[in-house]
């Protein structure tokens, strides 16, 4: 049976847990406290960064990536969803405007396919598959290579 597990900040948990679902899959939820760039990630065959990577810089997200990739078991993944920009940075619009945001207030910015892409592979992950959608949010799998 699949279970979900939220790690975010503590400010944010604390707020999350009052969103708990309810029914028979609420005890399939949890919600544990944390900070990323200085926790241990809880283990996963699977994590899911949505709207994450776009806040930090180069040298963060690279850290961010590693330790995700460092911390799943063989064969296990990465979904990325992230506002995408096309190769060629020509838009969608939505995502220019996200940008714009994320280098001012965060010094991060929004990326296309091919850089995720890149930036997945440097840190060793061997299956990358990107699908940018008309929709903002783009998706990026990628696994690691089974032992």
């Avoid at 503590?10 to 900070?35: L, M, N, T």
């Avoid at 940075?89 to 890149?118: A, I, Q």
Wanted: proline content about 7%.
């Amino acid at each position: 049976k699949a279970s979900v597990s939220v790690f975010d900040l503590p400010v944010v948990v604390k707020i999350a847990e009052d969103s708990r679902p309810a029914g028979q899959h609420a005890q399939r939820v949890s919600f544990i406290p944390g900070d990323f760039f200085q926790d241990p990630l809880p283990p996963a065959d699977l994590y899911v960064l949505c709207r994450v990577l776009h806040d930090w810089t180069e040298d963060k997200v690279v850290k961010l990536l590693t330790k995700v990739y460092e911390s799943l078991p063989p064969g296990g993944g990465l979904l990325i969803a992230e506002y995408m920009l096309d190769d060629d940075k020509t838009g969608p619009e939505v995502g220019h405007n996200s940008d714009l945001t994320m280098m001012v207030c965060t010094g991060g910015r929004e990326r296309t396919g091919n850089e995720f892409k890149r930036l997945l592979i440097v840190v060793g992950f061997t299956e990358v598959s990107v699908k940018a959608n008309d929709y903002p949010l783009g998706h990026v799998l990628a696994r690691k290579q089974r032992a």
